[in-house]
């Protein structure tokens, strides 16, 4: 059985949760979305109009947070691809949205755009450590009107495995539904198997719940479809300094938007997301690549385990500007201690400068750190015959095990064999280029596109797609020239 770390004791978690609802009933949050106000009105919360200030008595929050369910499903294109939160943890999900691309070419940054995001679609739905694809880059190219279709299309098109999405707006959301439903056939098989999940950020920090992410929120929570928050405290700046302090601002957050959804439509799945950092005050940068950032999610996921519900987040991102060692040893260092504090879901993956850039190599090597993860949380297997006193007994002192059956066995299911990570002796990894791992890992994402792809839209999907979305971008896998 895989046992968590934990960083807070029993006693400090109850603490936790008291002082939330202590700024939950007595500093309350400023709620900017009215019909926000007129539900927690309904439902027992004091409401100001004229401040737009909304106070959570105690028994309110308590009430509603019995509601909260225990697990969150990502469903896919292909069913094969369904990830249950927290059975199947961890499950790993790229970070997403980032503005801008390194060319894999010129290595040059510039803007991202939809053949970009196909590419990256189908890399994803390829390398096995990643389980959901939350679309990495935004896309310059987009016509008028499909600033998310134009994202969500290439997506959905070159991934089988589940994808998240975000909408503008409520028009903008039904839009997204409505791809969703030409893609399933129709609305009521889209209603039975919703393949799109959808993602917003409705209470930003500190203690301010926005117009658009929670109309949306409550949109997709009333229609019963896939949706969660995610909490974003920045400690120094939108939280206070001290890690406690972000971590209960962050825990009122959560509870606040999660009692939101609940009073929508009980039992409504969520998960506990975050992207808690401490600022570099130095400069007030943004330090996503923080150990800090880890030690926040370890800290997180114990009030997730508290309030029985499935938690992760932005983590293992990186400040570094290139697919450096700062870049590897930010990633590594924070992922394992969310993994090891109890994080069931990582967002991660080929995201370079604070979530500004996507990497296709950045990407690759994340795989394989998401591959190490998984190993982790695999554990040991533990038994009578993997403790092999047989096989010590039939080797003898200074025996050798190479060659034993028992060996061959196990080889294959006992160590991960990395493909980035080089173990051959430096005379061989010499003759073979003396490639380091960014070139090793940028081979890599060239083969994987290089094959065309099987998982577009038959002719009769696509057909349908563009009688209702004439201008959508054409979303297909088109090989880098010079790559």
């Not at 949109?219 to 949706?227: R, Y």
């Not at 606040?256 to 998960?271: G, N």
């Not at 967002?347 to 190490?372: C, H, P, S, T």
């Not at 006992?414 to 003396?434: N, S, T």
Request: glycine share 8%; proline share 6%; aromatic share 8%.
């Amino acid at each position: 059985m895989f046992t968590y770390s934990e960083l807070l004791t029993a006693d400090q978690v109850e603490r936790i949760h008291q002082a939330s609802l202590h700024i939950l009933a007595e500093v309350g949050l400023l709620v900017r979305n009215e019909r926000a106000r007129q539900i927690f009105a309904r439902h027992g919360c004091w409401v100001d109009e004229e401040t737009h200030l909304v106070r959570f008595p105690i028994g309110v929050v308590e009430e509603f947070r019995q509601m909260f369910p225990s697990k969150f499903i990502f469903r896919g294109r292909d069913e094969r691809f369904d990830k249950v939160l927290p059975d199947d943890s961890p499950v790993i999900v790229t970070a997403s949205s980032a503005p801008n691309i390194i060319d894999p070419v010129t290595g040059q940054e510039r803007r991202a755009t939809s053949e970009d995001i196909a590419r990256i679609a189908y890399l994803v739905n390829e390398l096995p450590g990643y389980d959901v694809f939350s679309v990495s880059t935004l896309a310059e190219d987009a016509p008028p009107g499909y600033f998310t279709l134009a994202r969500l299309y290439p997506a959905l098109k070159n991934c089988l495995k589940p994808v998240r999405s975000t909408a503008t707006d409520l028009e903008d959301a039904r839009r997204v539904l409505q791809l969703g439903e030409l893609i399933a056939g129709d609305e009521k098989t889209y209603a039975q198997r919703p393949f799109i999940t959808h993602h917003f950020c409705p209470v930003v920090s500190p203690l301010t719940m926005d117009v658009a992410s929670t109309e949306l929120t409550i949109f997709f929570a009333e229609k019963g479809l896939p949706v969660y928050p995610s909490i974003v405290p920045n400690g120094g700046l939108t939280a206070p300094m001290t890690m406690s302090g972000t971590l209960v601002q962050g825990n009122a957050e959560f509870l606040a938007a999660a009692v939101l959804m609940q009073m929508v439509r009980p039992q409504t799945p969520l998960i506990y997301s975050t992207l808690p950092t401490i600022a570099d005050m130095r400069t007030g940068a943004y330090a996503s690549g923080g150990v800090e950032c880890g030690m926040l999610h370890m800290a997180f996921a114990q009030m997730a385990r508290f309030y029985g519900v499935p938690c992760g987040g932005y983590i293992g991102l990186s400040n570094s500007k290139v697919n450096d060692a700062q870049a590897g040893y930010e990633t590594g260092i924070s992922c394992t201690a969310a993994l090891l504090g109890g994080a069931h879901m990582l967002n991660m993956g080929g995201l370079l400068d604070a979530l500004k850039a996507f990497d296709y190599a950045k990407a690759v090597i994340d795989d394989e750190i998401a591959q190490m993860l998984k190993r982790i949380r695999r554990g040991m297997e533990f038994n009578e015959e993997n403790l092999a006193l047989d096989v010590i007994a039939e080797v003898k002192p200074g025996g050798n095990f190479m060659t034993h059956k028992h060996t061959v066995k196990w080889m294959r299911k006992v160590a991960l064999m990395p493909r980035i990570a080089d173990r051959e002796p430096r005379e061989v990894w010499e003759k073979r280029g003396a490639l380091d791992a960014f070139q090793r890992a940028k081979q890599r994402a060239a083969e994987v596109l290089s094959k065309p792809t099987p998982v577009s839209f038959p002719p009769e999907i696509e057909a349908r797609i563009r009688s209702v979305f004439p201008e959508m971008v054409h979303g297909e896998v088109i090989p880098v020239e010079g790559w």
